[in-house]
Nanobody
Framework: QVRLVESGGGLVQAGDSLRLSCADSGRTSSSLVMGWFRQAPGKEREFVAAITWSGRSTDYADSVKGRFTISRDNAKNTVYLQMNSLKPEDTAVYYC?????????????????WGQGTQVTVSS
């Protein structure tokens, strides 16, 4: 079964960069759509970015377009989220999600597998 483990979160200053990683330790090969979601205290979980298995199609929330980049290395069973020009508004727990065929790549309710989350804190 798919088992997702996120890493790379931390405390940074506004304008800094971070790269999050999400490794699938449950299988050596798969055909999964991967997504990143985030949730701040007191707020609903929101879509950040998604990528197809081939990597040829990606989606981004308007709030992160031009700053965040999602990518994947299928040989390593790993998905990345490169976050540049971080803002205090980006502070949240970031979750990695996966599903073989989500009805919507931007809806968290359509993903069947989830990681434990990694904290990203951006100070002003």
């Amino acid at each position: 079964q798919v088992r997702l483990v996120e890493s790379g979160g931390g405390l940074v200053q506004a304008g800094d960069s971070l790269r999050l990683s999400c490794a699938d330790s449950g299988r050596t090969s798969s055909s999964l759509v991967m997504g990143w979601f985030r949730q701040a205290p007191g707020k609903e979980r929101e879509f950040v970015a998604a990528i197809t298995w081939s990597g040829r199609s990606t989606d981004y929330a308007d709030s992160v377009k031009g700053r965040f980049t999602i990518s994947r290395d299928n040989a390593k069973n790993t998905v990345y989220l490169q976050m540049n020009s971080l803002k205090p508004e980006d502070t949240a727990v970031y979750y990695c999600a996966a599903d073989p065929r989500p009805a919507s790549r931007t809806d968290y309710r359509d993903y069947g597998y989830w990681g434990q989350g990694t904290q990203v804190t951006v100070s002003s």
